[in-house]
T-cell receptor
């Protein structure tokens, strides 16, 4: 079974430019997460989707970040415009059913963003 | 609010040494607890988990026991190998299936 797929793996852009990350979750997983991981830190949730609905986006900086999950499958995270402080790894994860006690999140390899 | 506190690294051990990575948590409810591992250049992978008090999660020789009385979930392995070199993250979800909270990670290097 294929895991969570993310692209690109690496992205280098200049500040003030836009950037987009793409995620394809494990087939059948209805919950999708985007995390931000700074160097030497643990992942921090940006947004969580249940199917196509964003159910928790309280940590998403909405002035420059946006996300969508059309048709409840693939998702795209966008930053416009990017700032130097956005340099980090952006992780996507998916899970089968958020209501299950034994739920587990499966992570993609991440996209490493460098803003110059 | 919920949080996870992990033992700071980096940790360097010789092969076959005993490993302990401490993890304590603060939660408003009754969380599920997890250890994730991140090998160099790879994404986070679930190592083990426990969903209720006194449960022991285990995988690949690693173990951790959910201790509600001490709010801890320490990771242990009796004999580490070079291939165990990675960053280990303790995490909780509270309530289970909801938002995850991760610790800052502990880097482990095992030398031959």
């Amino acid at each position: 079974e294929a895991g969570v797929v993310q692209s690109p793996r690496y992205k280098i852009i200049e500040k003030k430019q836009p950037v987009a990350f793409w995620c394809n979750p494990i087939s059948g997983h209805n919950t999708l997460y985007w995390y931000l991981q700074n160097l030497g830190q643990g992942p921090e949730l940006l947004i969580r989707y249940e199917n196509e609905e964003a159910v928790d986006d309280s940590q998403l900086p909405k002035d420059r970040f946006s996300a969508e999950r059309l048709k409840g499958v693939d998702s795209t995270l966008k930053i416009q415009p990017a700032e130097l402080g956005d340099s980090a790894v952006y992780l996507c994860a998916s899970s089968l059913d958020r209501d299950r006690v034994t739920d587990t999140q499966y992570f993609g390899p991440g996209t490493r963003l460098t803003v110059l | 609010g919920d949080s996870v506190t992990q033992m700071e690294g980096p940790v360097t051990l010789s092969e076959e040494a005993f490993l302990t990575i401490n993890c304590t948590y603060t939660a408003t409810g009754y969380p599920s607890l997890f250890w994730y591992v991140q090998y160099p250049g790879e994404g986070l992978q679930l190592l083990l988990k426990a969903t209720k008090a006194d449960d022991k999660g285990s995988n690949k020789g690693f173990e951790a026991t959910y201790r509600k009385e001490t709010t801890s979930f320490h990771l242990e392995k009796g004999s580490v190998q070079v291939s165990d070199s990675a960053v280990y993250f303790c995490a909780l979800s509270d309530p289970p299936g909801n938002q995850f909270y991760f610790g800052t990670g502990t880097s482990l290097t095992v030398i031959p």
